[in-house]
């Protein structure tokens, strides 16, 4: 199994397009943020202090949950390649067990979402820095590696799901390209969920994704806004929160980070849980 | 003599399609064995049951001792494969992917090491280990593949159409690979191939077309049970030389200013030519080929 996924690893890296693709939708977040969104979701809030710093710090915090949908979903992609390109007749063909050949490929996957994400935190933090924020503290920068762990879990998880369904590279792009489209709007990264209409809310709240970006942003943003909404009553904050889908709200109540916690682990499980019967199902 | 390889009874079908229906074979240890037979005829569905990739819908296979269904991992164990297509990973280098393969046989790194250097000596791929697969010529691709079917030195290796789509160079060289690999360690070579030059040099030989054997034996026994050997005669004069056969109840065809006798016998052309000796500008006595076997064969079976 570990030699399956360290070439899975290896093939991946190697392909410059795959590696790219699996990126794009981090490229176009950071694209249109530059051109446009940043001013449009910042409006009216310029004399807030240290507003860079916590704009910035929300947006990392957003490709962070992408990432880990879209480089997992790019790793996986070489499970369809190889089921396309005949290349999984050598490893049925040899004395290698079905549970290390499919544990190879999720093991390679789940070790792309870290790395990517990891290296997505790294530059994250050097930009927030560099606009004129602050490093993330100790124990923030630590509970952010977990939610990566976490976040990677949980959505490598839904995508190993969908991928199972797909057997020609054809429509595995397709889906990668539908996916890549969808997850900045599902997780509110384009846009905030509370400029969203109200359905389109609901949906973005019963997507577990969102709970990943829920984490990374309540996690990266307690430093700004200690100093952003200093003194600032509570139902403010909140409703900043909510706005920016920090927290989301059920009947007047915020979820929490501990809720984000139990929906990452509930989504891996169940994903989880599915993909073993699809694919065992399939061996027949 | 022992037997490696017993089939009995194999069947599978694909929905409605009938690739295999109901077939016997057996291979003996140490031995080229090659499996003949148009495209479609059902070939590759057979090894990819006795190479325990797809089940058959009904029959016995025994490969060594072990038994298909049942000891699937030591038979996968103890087998190579050099597939139709390319199945090696075109962004990693022939060693790369030597190492990757030969990890699935339980090999220990300097095991593993010795083992890639063997098969890629055996195989003649050293010139370009470190070159990525995919940016290999076919030739050298085929010749990589052969490697891969090596590195855990199985004692039976398949190999479907190792040739095909090669130009005549690279194919001989391949197919001189292959027999030194069979007589030099003596492993059981499984062949297919429609490539009947390549069929005549097997130890045996079995024909299969439409999901059925159609006929097996060695080059020799096939040649002597189904062709005829042939006898040209090119005339001094043609009219006089047709005259002179038939007096001497010898049926013969016209084709291309030659005189064309099929023979019972090959001897038999030694009485015709003395008969009308003065009338030969020339002849040519030719023995049945291994390409008059296949098409006498699958010809037949395609009219019935």
Not at chain 1, 241 to 253: I, S
Not at chain 2, 218 to 240: H, S, W
Request: net charge neutral; hydrophobic share 45%; glycine share 10%.
């Amino acid at each position: 199994m570990r030699a399956m996924a360290k070439r899975n690893l290896k093939i991946f890296f190697r392909d410059k397009s795959a590696v790219f693709f699996s990126l794009l939708a981090v490229f176009i977040i950071i694209a249109l943020y530059a051109v446009f969104l940043g001013d449009t979701i910042t409006g009216g809030m310029e004399s807030v202090t240290e507003i860079d710093f916590l704009m910035n710090s929300w947006i990392i915090a957003g490709i962070l949950a992408v990432i880990s949908v879209t480089s997992t979903l790019g790793a996986l992609g070489i499970m369809v390649e190889d089921r396309a390109n005949k290349v999984i007749k050598d490893f049925t063909a040899s004395p290698l067990g079905r549970g290390s050949l499919a544990g190879g490929y999720i093991l390679c996957a789940f070790a792309v979402g870290v790395i990517m994400s990891l290296i997505a935190l790294v530059i994250g933090e050097v930009f927030i820095v560099c606009a004129g924020g602050k490093l993330l503290s100790m124990g923030n920068m630590l509970a952010v590696i977990g939610g990566i762990f976490l976040s990677v879990l949980s959505s490598g998880s839904m995508m190993l799901f969908i991928v199972s369904f797909f057997k020609s590279q054809n429509a595995f792009g397709t889906a990668s390209t539908v996916v890549g489209t969808l997850i900045g709007f599902l997780t509110g990264v384009y846009i905030p969920v509370g400029s969203l209409p109200e359905a389109v809310q609901g949906i973005v709240k019963v997507f577990p994704v969102s709970y990943s970006a829920s984490f990374f942003r309540t996690v990266m943003m307690r430093q700004p806004e200690a100093v952003s909404f200093d003194g600032a009553p509570q139902n403010v904050l909140q409703e900043f929160h909510t706005e920016l889908g920090v927290t989301f709200d059920f009947d007047g109540k915020e979820t929490t980070v501990a809720v984000c916690v139990a929906v990452m682990l509930a989504a891996a499980a169940v994903f989880c849980t599915l993909s073993v019967w699809r694919l065992s199902k399939k061996r027949k | 003599m022992t037997k490696l390889i017993e089939a009995e009874g194999l069947k599978k079908s694909y929905g409605t399609i009938h690739a295999v229906r109901g077939i016997d074979l057996s291979v003996e240890k140490g031995t080229l064995f090659a499996f003949l037979g148009p495209n479609g005829a059902g070939k590759s569905t057979t090894i990819e049951i006795l190479s325990a990739q797809t089940a058959p819908d009904a029959g016995t296979v025994r490969i060594g001792g072990h038994i298909l269904g049942r000891d699937d991992m030591a038979i996968r164990a103890e087998i190579g494969i050099v597939f139709q297509d390319s199945v090696l990973d075109k962004l990693l280098t022939v060693r790369e992917n030597l190492m990757l393969r030969g990890s699935f046989y339980g090999m220990k790194r300097s095991a593993l090491e010795n083992a890639a250097k063997a098969a890629a000596e055996a195989a003649d791929v050293t010139d370009f280990l470190d070159r990525p697969y995919g940016k290999l010529s076919g030739g050298q691709r085929r010749r990589a593949d052969i490697a891969r079917a090596l590195i855990h030195t199985p004692p039976l290796l398949f190999l479907d159409e190792p040739t095909t789509g090669l130009d005549p160079q690279t194919r001989r060289r391949v197919w001189e690979t292959v027999r030194l690999l069979q007589k030099e360690r003596g492993m059981t070579v499984f062949l297919t191939t429609h490539y009947m030059e390549e069929a005549a040099q097997a130890d045996y030989i079995v024909i299969m077309d439409h999901g059925r054997i159609l006929a097996g034996g060695t080059p020799a026994e096939l040649k002597e049970t189904y062709t005829r050997d042939i006898l040209r005669i090119a005339p001094q004069k043609e009219e006089a030389l047709a005259a002179l056969l038939k007096r001497c109840g010898v049926r013969f065809q016209k084709t291309g200013g030659e005189l064309v006798v099929r023979l019972k016998h090959t001897t038999d052309a030694i009485r015709i030519l003395e008969s009308c000796r003065e009338e030969i500008a020339g002849f040519e006595v030719r023995r049945g080929t291994m390409d008059d076997v296949f098409l006498n064969i699958t010809g037949t079976e395609v009219r019935d």
